[in-house]
């Protein structure tokens, strides 16, 4: 397997040095979608694209046209889930999406899952969360966040809709604050509360560097070569807890 690294921003940068500490090998790095638009690709290499939301679903169809399989860490485009399903499925490659690679937040997620699940049928507990991350993020709330949100909102039942904007007012039973801050050099963190009249229970994750993400991309690359299909990081994480 070769990897051809799509977008080289801070992410793109840190998936070319894991790959290298992985004695993988790198065999495009592209930053530009004319040179995209101009390349070709071998069967033996799968893209890794870390771009933004205004390129992403180009990106994808013009590496689908060329056969290429797919690890997308760009967040922002979800909106468009059902036109890139059908992009995958036109091209016959495999495609496969996180709005977080690292192995710890993954894990986060299901212990926030199975932590959902047991406080539904507690209705004492309310439930919010709040994330920080760096003063140059520049989507808010964090894809990880909402993926954390959207854990909450299908295994509880009384928690219905998702408020992440200031809020001045009194909140309904059925809604679900999760906050977000923007400052300094935090690299992301992210809890979820379960608070009671009597206890109060957190959840939460720090990441500490991009190091994470960089590896579990390259993980999801290793596992979707020669796989054919849309997965997520949820079809991966199953294999590893088989």
Same mark, same amino acid.
């Given at each position: 397997?070769?990897?051809?690294?799509?977008?080289?921003?801070?992410?793109?940068?840190?998936? =070319?040095?894991?790959? +290298?500490?992985?004695?993988?090998?790198?065999?495009?790095?592209?930053?530009?979608?004319?040179?995209? +638009?101009?390349?070709?690709?071998?069967?033996?290499?799968?893209?890794?694209?870390?771009?933004?939301?205004?390129?992403?679903?180009?990106?994808?169809?013009?590496?689908?046209?060329?056969?290429?399989?797919?690890?997308?860490?760009?967040?922002?485009?979800? *909106?468009?889930?059902?036109?890139?399903?059908?992009?995958?499925? =036109?091209?016959?490659?495999?495609?496969?999406?996180?709005?977080?690679?690292?192995?710890?937040?993954?894990?986060?997620?299901?212990?926030?899952?199975?932590? *959902?699940?047991?406080?539904?049928?507690?209705?004492?507990?309310?439930?919010?969360?709040?994330?920080?991350?760096?003063?140059?993020?520049?989507?808010?709330?964090?894809?990880?966040?909402?993926?954390?949100?959207?854990? +909450?909102?299908?295994?509880?039942?009384?928690?219905?809709?998702?408020?992440?904007?200031?809020?001045?007012?009194?909140?309904? =039973?059925?809604?679900?604050?999760?906050?977000?801050?923007?400052?300094?050099?935090?690299?992301?963190?992210?809890?979820?509360?379960?608070?009671?009249?009597?206890?109060?229970?957190?959840?939460?994750?720090?990441?500490?560097?991009?190091?994470?993400?960089?590896?579990?991309?390259?993980?999801?690359?290793?596992?979707?070569?020669?796989?054919?299909?849309?997965?997520?990081?949820?079809?991966?994480?199953?294999?590893? +807890?088989?």
């Amino acid at each position: 397997m070769r990897i051809a690294i799509i977008g080289y921003g801070k992410m793109g940068k840190m998936v =070319e040095q894991e790959a +290298l500490n992985a004695s993988i090998p790198v065999s495009k790095v592209i930053d530009n979608q004319d040179v995209l +638009l101009a390349s070709s690709f071998d069967k033996d290499e799968v893209a890794i694209e870390f771009t933004e939301p205004s390129v992403c679903i180009a990106n994808i169809e013009i590496l689908a046209s060329k056969g290429v399989n797919i690890i997308c860490g760009t967040t922002g485009w979800h *909106a468009d889930v059902g036109k890139v399903k059908k992009i995958v499925n =036109e091209h016959n490659i495999g495609f496969l999406y996180a709005t977080n690679f690292g192995i710890g937040v993954n894990i986060f997620w299901r212990i926030i899952k199975n932590a *959902a699940q047991i406080i539904d049928k507690f209705e004492e507990y309310d439930i919010f969360g709040h994330e920080i991350h760096h003063s140059r993020k520049k989507d808010s709330p964090s894809g990880t966040a909402l993926t954390t949100v959207q854990i +909450l909102l299908d295994n509880v039942r009384r928690k219905r809709q998702l408020i992440t904007q200031m809020v001045d007012r009194e909140i309904s =039973e059925d809604e679900l604050h999760f906050s977000s801050t923007r400052g300094g050099y935090v690299f992301g963190k992210h809890e979820v509360v379960f608070d009671g009249p009597s206890d109060t229970i957190k959840i939460s994750h720090n990441s500490k560097g991009r190091s994470s993400y960089a590896k579990g991309a390259i993980n999801c690359a290793r596992w979707i070569e020669g796989k054919q299909g849309f997965f997520d990081i949820n079809d991966y994480m199953e294999g590893l +807890l088989i």
